[in-house]
């Protein structure tokens, strides 16, 4: 169990796809991604507590175990190379073009991500509802679906304990302590 508190807040983390192209709109993409962050929890030891995929961009609400930079480069560095390797795989080649850049030191021709993402430190349990009842929400405030648990690549089912037989990613929700009683 994990309690969220000043000495042991949780991350609200916002990444953008690069040039805020629409790259996560297709169901095989977002499994992928949700694929991605299963390995990423894996290896990085990282709790997954909420987030949604949207067409443009992703939130994740995310332990504090490790920095903030850690959490980002295992859960943005390990999507991106599956979601790359899958447009190179299958010749998408207008939109690999899209996601060209300058050819970093690395090497690296494309970017799936901007690099420059927001996070934002949660240390209460109000703040941590506000943000979840936020994720929860966006495609609803897109106009994807009118209501939130439509959405499949969302955790909103799991938070309200009514899941898919084959959701696509499971949150580590259930281990969070709360202090108040909900």
Same mark, same amino acid.
């Given at each position: 169990?994990?309690?969220?508190? @000043?000495?042991? *807040?949780?991350?609200?983390?916002?990444?953008? &796809?690069?040039?805020?192209?629409?790259?996560?709109?297709?169901?095989?993409?977002?499994?992928? $991604?949700?694929?991605?962050?299963?390995? &990423?929890?894996?290896?990085?030891? #990282?709790? #997954?507590?909420?987030?949604?995929?949207? *067409?443009?961009?992703?939130?994740?609400?995310?332990?504090?175990?490790?920095?903030?930079?850690?959490?980002?480069?295992?859960?943005?560095?390990?999507?991106?190379?599956?979601?790359?390797?899958?447009? !190179?795989?299958?010749?998408?080649?207008?939109?690999? !073009?899209?996601?060209?850049? &300058?050819? !970093?030191?690395?090497?690296?021709?494309?970017?799936?991500?901007?690099?420059? *993402?927001?996070?934002?430190? #949660?240390?209460?349990?109000?703040?941590?509802?506000?943000?979840?009842?936020?994720?929860?929400?966006? *495609?609803?405030?897109?106009?994807? $679906?009118?209501?939130?648990?439509?959405?499949?690549?969302?955790?909103?089912?799991?938070?309200? @304990?009514?899941?898919?037989?084959?959701?696509?990613?499971?949150?580590?929700?259930?281990?969070?302590?709360?202090?108040?009683? &909900?």
């Amino acid at each position: 169990m994990v309690q969220i508190s @000043r000495d042991n *807040p949780f991350y609200y983390l916002t990444s953008v &796809a690069h040039h805020r192209l629409p790259i996560f709109r297709t169901d095989d993409v977002k499994n992928i $991604v949700c694929n991605a962050w299963n390995e &990423a929890r894996k290896s990085g030891e #990282i709790l #997954i507590f909420a987030y949604v995929i949207m *067409p443009d961009h992703v939130h994740l609400i995310t332990d504090s175990n490790r920095e903030i930079s850690d959490v980002l480069r295992f859960t943005n560095g390990i999507s991106a190379k599956r979601v790359l390797d899958y447009l !190179k795989a299958n010749e998408f080649a207008s939109s690999l !073009k899209k996601l060209e850049q &300058a050819k !970093k030191d690395r090497g690296y021709k494309y970017s799936a991500w901007q690099h420059h *993402p927001d996070a934002f430190v #949660i240390n209460n349990e109000n703040t941590l509802m506000q943000k979840v009842n936020y994720v929860h929400q966006n *495609p609803v405030r897109a106009g994807l $679906v009118e209501h939130a648990e439509d959405y499949r690549f969302s955790s909103v089912r799991l938070w309200k @304990r009514r899941p898919l037989e084959d959701e696509p990613f499971l949150t580590a929700h259930d281990l969070i302590d709360w202090r108040s009683a &909900a």
